[in-house]
């Protein structure tokens, strides 16, 4: 049983778009990380969010933790071919203890 | 600065045959994981550790060991490989908020 939802499990948009990607969830974590993976690589850290309600801002990406902590979303602006990858939400059961992941989100972004 | 290192990158076993997927991380972590990836089901949490001589099972652990002799490694036994164990296989350390992965180790079993 996975722990962690997101949707759209796959997503194909025109270089320009914007795309929000969801991951929910039943759990209420400590904390809730996105990841991005490249093929033959390892998933590496985008942004950690802690507090419900919070809001982080990387560049172009935009990253939300619900306000019960069980959910969060990941928006896109102007996407570009570079956000090409799998986005993963993860969720810390109890600080620095018990991450799971998500189902995955694969982007493709076409120029 | 190496990270989490694992090995090997790629394994092809026979059904029935043992083999151990290791796993060193050189920042001190007191946490450490095992994921195997497998398409359309993100990362599943095998086993975990949150310290030396500390172990315990995530969602998937049938069919794996795992130990935590020191603080830097974190071994990933298959006593008895299955095919249904083909996958990609992470390791990953980490603190409060954040993990560190390893390339990965692609498994064939046969």
């Known amino acids: 049983t996975q722990l962690l939802e997101q949707s759209p499990q796959f997503l194909s948009i025109q270089e320009g778009e914007n795309l929000t990607v969801y991951c929910n969830s039943s759990?209420?974590?400590?904390?809730l990380q996105w990841y991005r993976q490249e093929p033959g690589e390892g998933p590496v850290l985008l942004v950690t969010v802690v507090t419900g309600g919070e809001v982080k801002k990387l560049k172009r990406l935009t990253f939300q933790f619900g306000d019960a902590r069980k959910d969060s979303s990941l928006h896109i602006t102007a996407a570009q071919p570079g956000d090409t990858g799998l986005y993963l939400c993860a969720g810390e059961s109890t600080p620095g203890n018990q991450f799971y992941f998500g189902t995955g989100t694969s982007l493709t972004v076409i120029p | 600065n190496a990270g989490v290192t694992q090995t090997p990158k790629f394994q092809v076993l026979k059904t029935g045959q043992s083999m151990t997927l290791q796993c060193a991380q050189d920042?001190?972590?007191?946490?450490m994981s095992w994921y195997r990836q497998d398409p359309g089901m993100g990362l599943r949490l095998i086993h975990y550790s949150v310290g030396a001589g500390i172990t315990d099972q995530g969602e998937v652990p049938n069919g794996y060991n795992v130990s935590r002799s020191t603080t830097e490694d974190f071994p990933l036994r298959l006593l008895s490989a299955a095919p249904s164990q083909t996958s990609v296989y992470f390791c990953a350390s980490g603190s409060t908020g954040e993990l560190f992965f390893g390339e990965g180790s692609r498994l064939t079993v046969l």
């Open positions: 920042m001190n972590h007191e946490y």
């Open positions: 759990s209420v974590f400590s904390s």
